[in-house]
């Protein structure tokens, strides 16, 4: 028997919560929860606007993160990626960009991170893949993959820069903001 479940549109964890702050586990194989919690990532990342990501972000403790840059014009023939425990190898260079995140509402900051990284994840027949990838959508892998490590854009800022989002931060942990997508409550 095979039949269609609609993806459901999860809420997204926010910046104050601990979920966001603990290492993932590696994803040991892949059932049909799996592939169920990457439908629901997908549809929920997609109806919030995001370009990417990751478990924590619904409140998953699993290492699989997603990014999808191909809603914006100049990206549109970039392919979506799964990562499914992801690890960065090896980067090289340098770039800096202006970041937000979907658990960090209305708080942007010029990051600076490698530009070229290279590195291994699991697809979903859990073969080792290798890939190296850079410019934007090597910053947006990384960006989700520091979620998988209960790290966030705005550990990077510097104190000044911190200093003009503070009072945004304090609002988001006492979910005093207003998105477009849901989030989670707790
Ligand atoms: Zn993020």
Redesign the pocket.
Known sequence: LNFYIMPLQLPITTYGMDVLRKTTKPVEKIDNKIIELIDNMFYTMINAY?I???AP?VNSDLSICLVDISCIDEYKDVKPLILINPVILDSHGESTKD??????PDVRGEITRPDKIFLKYNDFDMNEVKIEIDGFLSRVAQ??I??LHGK??VDYLSKESMSKVKSQLRKIQKRKVETDYPLYED
Do not use: N, R
Request: net charge negative; aromatic share 6%.
């Open positions: 995001g990417g990501l990751a972000q970041e937000g995140c979907l658990s960090i960006h989700e520091d979620h966030l854009f």
